[in-house]
């Protein structure tokens, strides 16, 4: 397992390395002079040329690579637009991205895992119709529609909840305070949505493949309590693929975090993305892009050490 | 983007003294002391400081936050007493001097003098500092120290008189020493002001804090915090709005106005904007160069019903020359008269013309190119129905700002823009009609790389008209009002130079809680300035 661990991280450092190419030579591609748009419309060309000469365009492209490539790894990156370090103006917002996305995953897997299990479990009963149903309405209805349509039920005709934004905070987080977590509802069923409709569907369907499999059949005809079977051999088995797309749903966290805080008007990651994107804040589009990317791999990493540990019959070595 | 919102309009520059009222606030009977108002806006703010700012988002915060040289009459848009409460000008135009109050204060509590304000004027026109904004001071060589509390800026020689104005937003009354110390960065993250309310906190894309500035030199400030919240999405604003998240929202739909209009809540405050939207064409290469494929392109379209489609008649109107409907020497009347309409008929009957002369060649296909912006693309849309319609097959192609600047300012390797014949842009500008059209209509803007005349429209005439205008001695405006529209009639009646499109009607929605605020015509929100303290119900 270390041996396959230690392989996996040298792997990972690679795809980075590559990745930083690849992001680097796409952002040159990109159509449009970053100084002229920071310049606006009317500027003069002394202006543009000042901005041109900050920003070190003129710099041969190896140069500016080493520029971001060394300034990201030693932290003193400047953002184009934020006056401040690409690390530090990411950090700033992660734990936004960071309380939403885990609350968004509790959620889903706190309604969705139960009723996964009980639309298998009652197949073909109304229970299964339902869950079906309303996992097929999570998966259709768009992230941005179904915030709006909350924020316009229990912010504007209900009055129960602040209609958007993020709050008051305590040490960054705005779950400490009673304020961000009425904040925190909307975007975090918003986003849940979309998980909670996908991992239902796995999970009936996993639990149904396990159920099918004959070590069931021995353990009812072993007597056993049918919640024993349900839970214990049926359940844990079901649960591997489960596992291993809720660490895949870190790209789709990511990808409705854009959308969700967007939105709502939340202060993460996901607005951070739109607001570079849109001021062609190259360093910071750089900067997310790879932060994402190692997060993304990370989390590939993590379930494929789970995985062995959930299911013994898998080994790396 | 920002632009060249010039508050210091001509009636400044004549000879003599001209303002010699103190700078003072009217009393609002009633108005309560307390409260905060929150604004949402539909972008994050990028610069605070305003020597470098050219966002009209950033603005919002800048107006609060900085006290500016002199202030603007938001009813007739002429320039009023604030730090200056007088000024002169000399017999020849060529420098006009301020003189300061005194006693203002900055928030670290050092004094704001001349030079102070010298020292912002000559920040920004100095090339090696870059600011976006030099360009509305070319006419100006320098601000000089007369003494603490009076300075003077002189203009250029070939810029004297200028009759336009000569101080913009952008120069915002700086703190020298508090600049210099913390540098351009760190002053953009914590700008440091003598306005009416202090910076307090700037939790990106969430909020911007400011608090009563306790020691405000014109007036105790009504508020006790102004928050700013950005929000991008509209419909998001809109619920705010509704919710009372939001006390002010900028930038009202015009399909949500009526129901702001029947809320009690809610007051629906509207201005006619110093705006202008229009259907341009690259006068460059054939066949948008010749005057007959302008005017068919300008008569396939029904304009009146395509401005009525995209504002549904509340948030925007037709325009028939550039310089907007609230300002002077908009010569609408006459321009509207003699304005092209939409005739189908001779439209194609010129189509065919060109084309049988070979100026259009056989297949030929356009492209219409507009920014991101709903409106923009709606009109381009409209338009390339229309043009299929008459024969011509064209396209719509929104870009982002990268690529439709790069297309738009051409480049050395191909200085005619061969790429494009026809765009849909526009432009906001200051108090003056020569923030229009010099911008977007002499041979002068017409450069390489940073040009605003992106059609490269040039007639000799058209320049000679509007640089007189700028510097008719004395600045007589009924004098300038002449020449202008006599250029105006030049390049839209007889050069038929581009399609005018439309004029945009600030749209705020205000909370029935919110007193004593009025939007203007620059779009601004003015908490507490020589004509307002706003103040809050409960």
């Not at chain 2, 020359?321 to 006459?334: I, K, M, Q, S």
């Not at chain 2, 939409?342 to 013309?353: G, I, K, M």
């Not at chain 2, 906001?428 to 977007?440: K, R, T, V």
């Amino acid at each position: 397992m270390f041996s396959y661990t230690v392989r996996r991280v040298l792997q990972l450092v690679l795809v980075l390395f590559g990745l930083t190419v690849l992001l680097f030579v796409l952002l040159k591609t990109m159509p449009g002079d970053p100084a002229r748009i920071m310049a606006g419309l009317g500027a003069t060309p002394e202006s543009i040329e000042v901005i041109r000469q900050r920003l070190g365009l003129y710099d041969p492209l190896y140069v500016q690579y080493w520029r971001l490539i060394s300034g990201l790894v030693n932290g003193n990156l400047k953002a184009m637009t934020y006056h401040k370090p690409v690390w530090t103006v990411i950090m700033e917002r992660l734990p936004a991205t960071a309380e939403l996305g885990v609350a968004a995953v509790i959620l889903a897997l706190f309604v969705s895992i139960p009723a996964g299990l009980l639309s298998a479990i009652y197949r073909n009963s109304p229970v299964d119709y339902t869950v079906t149903t309303a996992a097929l309405i999570g998966i259709s209805i768009p992230v941005f529609w179904f915030a709006l349509m909350l924020m316009l039920v229990f912010g504007v005709i209900l009055h129960i909840l602040p209609v958007s934004g993020r709050g008051a905070t305590l040490f960054g987080w705005s779950f400490l305070t009673v304020d961000g977590l009425r904040h925190l509802i909307i975007p975090t069923v918003a986003l849940s949505s979309v998980l909670m409709a996908l991992n239902a569907r796995l999970t009936r369907a996993s639990m149904l493949e396990v159920m099918r499999q004959e070590y069931i059949d021995t353990a009812r005809a072993k007597g056993l309590r049918e919640r024993v079977v349900l839970i214990k051999h049926a359940f844990r088995n079901a649960l591997a693929p489960v596992v291993t797309n809720i660490g895949l749903q870190v790209g789709t966290i990511f990808a409705g975090a854009v959308l969700t805080e967007t939105t709502t008007a939340w202060p993460g990651i996901g607005r951070l993305i739109y607001d570079s994107i849109l001021r062609r804040d190259q360093s910071v589009v750089f900067g997310l892009a790879l932060f994402m990317a190692a997060c993304y791999m990370v989390s590939y990493l993590f379930v494929d050490l789970l995985y062995a540990y959930i299911d013994p019959r898998i080994t790396y070595d | 983007m920002r632009k060249l919102l010039l508050v210091l309009g001509m009636s400044l520059v004549v000879f003599g003294l001209v303002a010699v009222a103190q700078t003072s606030v009217p009393e609002t009977p009633g108005a309560k002391v307390g409260g905060t108002v929150t604004v949402g806006v539909g972008q994050t703010f990028i610069d605070l400081d305003p020597r470098v700012s050219n966002s009209v988002y950033d603005f919002y915060i800048i107006d609060a936050v900085f006290d500016d040289l002199v202030g603007l009459d938001q009813e007739t848009l002429a320039p009023i007493p604030f730090v200056a409460k007088s000024w002169e000008t000399a017999p020849d135009g060529s420098e006009t001097t301020f003189y300061l109050n005194e006693g203002i204060k900055f928030h670290n509590g050092e004094d704001l003098t001349a030079e102070d304000v010298a020292y912002t004027f000559n920040w920004i026109v100095d090339p090696a500092n870059g600011s976006p904004n030099a360009t509305e001071y070319e006419w100006m060589q320098e601000a000089v120290v007369i003494d603490d509390y009076t300075m003077k800026i002189i203009n250029k020689p070939e810029w004297t008189p200028y009759c336009p104005g000569i101080v913009s937003e952008s120069a915002a009354i700086v703190p020298m020493d508090t600049c210099e110390e913390m540098g351009p960065e760190q002053f953009n993250l914590a700008p440091v002001g003598s306005g009416a309310y202090k910076f307090v906190e700037w939790v990106v894309s969430d909020h911007i804090t400011l608090e009563r500035n306790e020691d405000y030199w014109l007036v105790y400030p009504n508020l006790d915090k102004v928050v700013f919240r950005p929000i991008p999405n509209l419909a998001t604003m809109m619920l705010e709005l509704e919710a009372g998240g939001v006390d002010i929202a900028d930038n009202i739909p015009a399909q949500d106005v009526p129901r702001f209009q029947a809320d009690p809540n809610v007051v629906v405050q509207q201005m006619p904007s110093l705006s202008y939207f229009h259907i341009g064409f690259n006068h460059s290469h054939l066949p948008s160069s010749d005057v007959r494929f302008r005017k068919a392109v300008g008569m396939s379209i029904d304009l009146d019903a395509a401005v009525f489609s995209i504002f549904q008649g509340i948030t925007g109107i037709r325009a028939y020359g550039v310089t907007p409907a609230a300002l002077w020497a908009n010569d609408r009347e006459y321009l509207q008269a003699n304005a092209t309409e939409e005739d189908d008929a001779e439209a194609v009957r010129l189509f065919d013309e060109l084309k049988a002369e070979g100026i259009i060649p056989e297949k030929f296909e356009t492209t219409i190119y507009c920014p991101l912006d709903p409106r923009r693309v709606q009109l381009s849309t409209i338009l390339a129905t229309n043009l299929q319609e008459n024969g011509i097959n064209a396209q719509v192609q929104p870009l982002d700002w990268g690529p439709l600047l790069d297309l738009l300012y051409r480049s050395e390797a191909d200085p005619l823009g061969e790429d494009f014949e026809i765009y849909v842009m526009g432009w906001s500008g200051g108090p003056d009609p020569d923030n229009f059209i010099y911008y977007l209509y002499t041979t002068e803007n017409a450069t390489i790389g940073t040009a605003n005349n992106f059609s490269w429209y040039s007639n000799p005439e058209v320049d000679r008209l509007v640089k007189e205008a700028a510097t008719v001695p004395g600045c007589d405006q009924a004098t300038r009002e002449a020449l202008y529209v006599e250029a105006q009639r030049i390049a839209f009646i007889e050069d038929y130079c581009d399609v005018t499109g439309y004029h945009y009607i600030e749209t705020q929605g205000v909370r029935a809680r919110v007193n004593d605020y009025t939007l203007n015509a620059l779009g601004d929100i003015e908490f507490c300035s020589p004509q307002c303290n706003v103040w809050v119900d409960g």
